[in-house]
């Protein structure tokens, strides 16, 4: 089965053991797999695969169960093909894993030929309607074997197959393998373990393969425990038997322990570990059998079936008595069971437990409890089919879900690298979920484990329906030393120290989310957690702090208040920015943000200004007026705007001024540039703020009416959103740029860039940004806008450009309105018409807006311009597109509207600009590549730096705003988990 999905996967046949790939033998090991279960390995009875032929099942072959003899099989390439794949397998930390199946044979093996006195038989049919007159199933001349008739009919249970020896006429009726509970598998032959000779021989196999497999796995290995085999086969004096036919050859319990005196398994452990050391030893029992299994016989590792029907019937409380009850007996118990959530006999995990977080959130119980995890072949995977022993091929044409497997990469495997923290018992502890009303909340499973000094909690609500508790009381366990039942508390079971000014770290390795909480507080009331429907946590990595100066752990703690974050040394330099950050969104408060949208100037002003009464009013001809002339109760409700907006401007420089140049000690080590000192960016504020609250006037001088993706983005008489919304980020750009200009005027625009990350503004704009009208995402995407704008006015991927003009003529423009200096705008206008329109079609020119190759990988302008992938090209989606174009121009649109003139030729040329970016952008259908007309080598090259950039896109997010930047041959496929490395989860991007 596996061999077929991986030559469907490779594209290439893939038949044999050593043609499975090195590349399968590392993801197993990447998804934390360390050991492969192979069913199927050993040569399979013909005669299986030609009772199912004559049944009619043609796509059927032998089963894996039915065995002809123990020797890896032809087909598979033999056991040098075996030993190269294991070898291989060893290399990529894998071990190999094999069934053996004690308590049968296939019914045509040389055992059931050469030892036919080695199996339960009788010399007459059972029945006297049985008959054999099917065909003859021996491959070997010297036996004919039949099995019953009613079996093709499926009339009977036909218990019995017939083995006749050609030479001497000896005819034997065996008995098929069967457990009692069903129907016999009529291919096998069912081995007499009152047979000292049966025993000795089935050792003997086992011991073989242990010496080529490390791992064997014991099929039905309860019916062999005396008191099933008992059961089942010699009925004590009274009992019916539980397989047909079989009471009249009861014995009482003395007679048969004089037969089987000791237990088998007791004595196959105890010969494996004296002849082949080393070998793990793996017993399918059921029937109440586990903890026999372990204790009494020494078997290293049982099946543990409740974990997996208990879990999935959501039978909670019983599930925690059952784990309850072994830890008050014997916790080492819990080290020895195999917990699994599929088998090959059992429905898929997929079909059990979903593929939500239910069934990822048993699969973190499986991966963090004692014992061994078990994970059924295509569980990772999601596939749906329940594989048959007897098929060579999958029925159904299954690909991997790679959101499935992309999740358990993330979350599952790496707690299986750090199985040495959870494998074992002795440090392991249940703790009750106490909830407020003080009921135990029974569908809560909470336990932690410790391995020196690495420690973790599990918690996991295994119910659908929120909870809140409180993790404190460990269930009582047994204290063998002291011979006494004990119970711990949280803080002991963790090892934590109590402290009274000790901080505990620790961090959720499924959402790699860190957490503090203050150790007195755990020592002395627990933990206190909520949990939604089937949410899982995993606590680790468990570190214990103390505040300094330089690192105020326990105001932070306040702070968080159980809050988790990305990153705890991220959010402890967002402690030292929440001065700048609380400046910030305080200036951009709703309330300064809508005095600026109503006091700013638009048409209707401007024709309100220039109307008969307005002239009679001011007694000044309208043609003699200035352009911008507003009455002067508008004007003095903005210079109390100006004052108030530069009130909370001046304490954000301030604040920002401060923290930029301790972080560019802290990271680079070097002395910032010296400041402007706040003080004197009055006046600078002040005519920028008045510029901005002009671009509404810009929209009549434009060749053409602003396009609907303009008035979403850029204040306009018609805005296509709240004014708020549109005012905000221009009120935000404004100030970004002052602050600039106060690091350092001879480069404002790198510097605003390096403002930006290094003093982490992205979050604080988007929180404002949501409180001005932005609802969700919006807010995000307007904080990227500003960052892309930041990047295309540093000229990033794109040729050195010519510095802005000087802060110092802002200054002395701000001076000389400030001195009340009157001269006629019209007039400076005619003085210096020329240079304003040279000026201005230059800094146009450079400021272009068809975003340069480099600009294209930046995950900011991809997402804000809806790149996606089709068909092997990356496509850029129109609107966004739009819109990013028009706020692109917002830098210009502000000095523009600085001056006294509106210069039509720069607004016209902003125009084409634009115009000619869409009119490429639709003949190149939309495609990056023909956008910016390259090859179909280059757009290759680039799909794959892109896949690259995908990869990286979240760290990129960090780095730049916390630094500046898984039957028929070979079949199910199930594990044991590893002890290995730790893997690092990868921070998450910001704006997530």
Known sequence: MWLAQLSKQYGRRIARLDEIPDEELATLSRRGLNSLWLIGVWERSRASKTIKLLCGNTDAVASAYSLFDYRIAEDLGGEAAYINLRDRAYRNGVRLASDMVPNHMGIDSPWVVEHPEWFISRNETPYPAYTFNGPDLSSDGRVEIKIEDHYFEQSDAAVVFRRRDKASGETRYIYHGNDGTSFPWNDTAQLNYLSAAVREHVIQTILHVARLFPVIRFDAAMTLAKRHFHRLWFPGPGASGAIPSRAEYGMSQAEFDQHMPHEFW???????????PGTLLLAEAFWLMEGYFVRTLGMHRVYNSAFMVMLRDEDNAKYRSVIKNTLEFDGDIMKRYVNFMSNPDERTAIDQFGKGDKCFGV?????????????????IEGFTEKYGMEYQRPRYDETADHWLVERHEREIAPLLHRRSLFAESSNFLLYDFFQDSGRVDENVFAYSNRNGNDRALVVYNNKYGTTQGTIDFSA????????QLRQQRLSEGLGLGGDAGLILAYRDSLTGLEYLRRAEQIVGGGLRVELHAYQCYVFLDWRELRATTEKPWDKLCDLLNGKGVASLDDALVNLELR?????LERLLEPAVVRLMADLAEHPRMENAARSPQAGKASHTPAHARPAFQTDRRVERERREFFDRAWMGCEVFLRASLKAYGSRVVAKDNIAPPKPTNPALLAPVFRERLRAAMRIPLMEAAFPAPWTAAARRVLPSPSPNVTATAIWGPVLAWCVLELLA????????ERVALDLFDRLRLREPFARAFEALGFEGEAAWRVAARIKVALLSGAGVGAEAEEAPEEIEELEAIGAAEEEGLKA???EVAEAEDVVVEEEAAEQVEDERVALSPALWRDPDVRWLTGVHEAGGHAYVVREPYEELLWWLMMPSLLRIAGVAVVDRVALAEMDKTIAEALETAEMAGYRIDALLGKTEVEEAADVEADAGLDEREEDDAVEGDADADKTGKVGAV???VAKGEVVKDEPKADRE
């Not at 009582?476 to 011979?483: E, I, N, R, S, T």
């Open 579 to 583: 001065p700048v950050h609380d400046a």
């Open 363 to 379: 699969a973190v119980m499986m991966a963090t409890l004692p014992g061994l995890p078990m994970f059924g072949h295509g569980q």
């Open 824 to 826: 006629e705008p019209q």
């Open 741 to 748: 200009e106060a690091v350092d005027a001879s480069q404002p």
């Open 974 to 976: 199930e594990v044991e």
């Open 266 to 276: 007791r004595e196959v452990v105890d010969r494996v570990a004296a002849e082949v």
């Open 476 to 483: 009582a366990y047994a204290d063998k030393a002291a011979g």
